[in-house]
Nanobody, 127 residues
Framework: QVHVAEAGGGLVQAGESLRVSCAPS????????VGWFRQAAGKEREFVAA????????DYADSVKGRFTISRDKAKNTVALQMNSLKPEDTAVYYC????????????????????WGQGTQVTVSS
């Protein structure tokens, strides 16, 4: 069983930056591919970013490409999502998800690709 704990989030103004982090535990950190998803009020949950278990492969939704960066910290066993140039439309609950990946370069863009989820952290961007 993998427990996923998120940290960070909060309220910022448009154009500012925010960092959320994810600490999956219960399995070897290097065995886990990790993704970030978000769900705005009244909308479906959507893919934001993902990183392979090796850290060599990252992927982003078009809406955040160039503004968000996902990264693994092997020393701290955490995955961070650095969010720059935030926009009001980035307002959502952000969820971290993890999955034991058999292949080092695998990552997923679908919610169904992941079987361990955090509780979510609220990110609010005011205009």
């Amino acid at each position: 069983q993998v427990h996923v704990a998120e940290a960070g989030g909060g309220l910022v103004q448009a154009g500012e930056s925010l960092r959320v982090s994810c600490a999956p535990s219960g399995r070897t950190f290097g065995s886990l591919a990790v993704g970030w998803f978000r769900q705005a009020a009244g909308k479906e949950r959507e893919f934001v970013a993902a990183v392979s278990r090796s850290g060599d492969i990252v992927d982003y939704a078009d809406s955040v490409k160039g503004r968000f960066t996902i990264s693994r910290d092997k020393a701290k066993n955490t995955v961070a999502l650095q969010m720059n140039s935030l926009k009001p439309e980035d307002t959502a609950v952000y969820y971290c998800a993890a999955r034991v990946a058999l292949r080092s370069l695998w990552y997923g863009r679908s919610q169904n690709d992941y079987n361990y989820w955090g509780q979510g952290t609220q990110v609010t961007v005011s205009s």
